[in-house]
């Protein structure tokens, strides 16, 4: 049998040697730097629907196509930017 989450459950983890808050709570869940209020949320909805994974994937293909300008802005004859 499993526990209910009527309130908000906080954990704290190290990541890359950083301190993390880690909120878990019925709508979603919270990563925040320890001491700040702003950080990453995720709503269980976008969880389960894929809109996490959709918004993820879309980030990464645009980082990847600054990327790619970027190093055909170095490369360009002559060395001037476009």
Same mark, same amino acid.
């Given at each position: 049998?499993?526990?209910q989450l009527n309130s908000p459950l906080r954990r704290e983890?190290?990541?890359e040697g950083e301190p993390y808050?880690?909120?878990i709570a019925s709508d979603g869940l919270k990563l925040v730097p320890k001491g @700040? @209020?702003?950080g990453y949320e995720l709503a269980w909805k976008?969880?389960?629907?894929g809109e996490a994974a959709l918004a993820t994937a879309l980030n990464a293909s645009l980082e990847q196509g @600054?990327?790619?300008e970027r190093r055909r802005r170095a490369t360009?004859?002559?060395g001037? @930017?476009?």
């Open positions: 049998m499993t526990t983890l190290k990541i808050t880690l909120t @700040r @209020r702003k976008s969880f389960v629907t @600054r990327e790619l360009a004859p002559g001037k @930017r476009k």
